[in-house]
Structures are given as structure tokens and as C-alpha cells.
């Protein structure tokens, strides 16, 4: 009996170690892969396809902007939210990881600041 508790207590603190920060704990400039929705605070880096065909949801690059340091800047997909306190100061450009149409050289990003 006390193996099997050793053991399934190994089990839940490597799944603890391993797994990625949910967004309310995510640290400002933390970044993963998103299936279909972007955090409120986070913006989309890239975009990479459809993740789940049935709902048409998009897999998305995203990282977390509030909270950034003032004075910073990030390159985000055109169809990205923008955070509070954050501007579009550039674009739109064009960003090869944000294209949703293949083959399409159409601007589809901005450059933002928080500053």
C-alpha cells in the first residue's frame, strides 16, 4: 500500500512539474500554444492551422502582455486582441507566421508597445 501511494505521489508531482502554467498563473511574457480561444491579457504570436475541425477553432502561438514591463514592444497578429494599456505603433506588416491564407504576402500583423 505504501508503494502504490509513493508511487502515485511521484506520478502527481511530475504531472505538476511537466504541465504548463494555467493562465491566471502565468508569469508576463510567458508564451504556449492556444486551441480556439485567446486569455484575456495574452496576444497571438502565430498561427498555425486548424486545431479542432468540428468547431473550426485555430491553433495559436499566444503570450501573456499584461503585466509586461512599460516601454515594450511586440509583433502580434493582426487578428490578435490588444490589451489594455497596449497601442498599435506600426503596420500593418507582414508577419510569415501569421498568415491564415497560405501563400497570401497581404499585411497581417502590427507592432504594439505598452509605453
Known amino acids: 500500500m505504501r508503494r502504490i501511494l509513493a508511487v502515485l505521489a511521484a506520478a502527481v508531482i511530475g504531472a505538476?512539474?511537466?504541465?504548463?502554467?494555467?493562465?491566471?498563473?502565468?508569469?508576463?511574457?510567458d508564451q504556449r500554444w492556444s486551441c480556439g480561444s485567446v486569455p484575456a491579457g495574452w496576444v497571438v504570436l502565430a498561427y498555425a492551422g486548424i486545431c479542432d475541425p468540428s468547431t473550426r477553432a485555430s491553433y495559436l502561438f499566444v503570450q501573456q502582455a499584461e503585466g509586461m514591463p512599460a516601454g515594450s514592444s511586440l509583433t502580434v497578429c493582426?487578428?490578435?486582441?490588444?490589451?489594455?494599456?497596449?497601442?498599435?505603433?506600426?503596420?500593418?506588416?507582414?508577419?510569415?507566421?501569421?498568415?491564415?491564407?497560405?501563400?497570401?504576402?497581404?499585411?497581417?500583423?502590427?507592432v504594439i508597445s505598452n509605453s
Do not use: E, T
Open 16 to 29: 505538476a512539474l511537466v504541465a504548463p502554467p494555467a493562465p491566471a498563473q502565468a508569469a508576463p511574457g
Open 78 to 110: 493582426q487578428f490578435s486582441p490588444i490589451p489594455g494599456g497596449w497601442r498599435i505603433v506600426y503596420g500593418p506588416v507582414h508577419v510569415s507566421s501569421c498568415v491564415v491564407n497560405w501563400g497570401s504576402s497581404s499585411p497581417n500583423a502590427y
